[in-house]
């Protein structure tokens, strides 16, 4: 490990939990997810089901493997999603054409709705998180997250 990070890494004696990075990048997520759990618990639907309807509205007609590659979630808990939103109405599945293996996921009326209703949400959050901060800050952050996510795709 070169020297050039490690003042983020709890190997030293002075270390700071605070300046380890992934500290709070699960610090914000943990506080987003409760912070969206507890608007959408109005709607009767939790953050997996929100994230899978967003990444659906998104990407119409995606298989639920596209699914669970958008909302980076194991296989089998994308498809326990699906069908449980199916269940409430929220989605519809269908067999590929092509490929009667591959099921494909669309929204409903209903599911349209809700997606619109939790997008409304969002909007609250979206203004609450990111107060005092510019527009070209976000930008920049964003950036350096898609960068290490790629970094941690490899």
Request: proline fraction near 2%; aromatic fraction near 10%; include cysteine.
């Amino acid at each position: 490990m070169s020297k050039k990070y490690s003042k983020f890494l709890p190997t030293t004696e002075d270390f700071n939990l605070e300046d380890f990075p992934f500290y709070w990048i699960t610090q914000v997520h943990a506080q987003y997810v409760l912070n969206v759990d507890h608007v959408l618990k109005k709607y009767g639907v939790d953050n997996s089901r929100r994230r899978l309807l967003i990444a659906l509205e998104s990407q119409p007609n995606a298989s639920v493997s596209d699914l669970s590659d958008k909302i980076v979630s194991k296989m089998s808990t994308t498809t326990k999603i699906v069908y449980r939103l199916k269940e409430e109405g929220f989605v519809n599945t269908y067999s590929c054409l092509d490929d009667a293996r591959i099921t494909r996921v669309i929204l409903t009326e209903s599911g349209k709705q809700m997606t619109r209703k939790i997008n409304d949400l969002m909007a609250v959050i979206l203004e609450q998180s990111f107060e005092g901060l510019t527009t070209l800050q976000i930008e920049k952050m964003m950036e350096s997250l898609k960068h290490i996510f790629k970094n941690l795709s490899h």
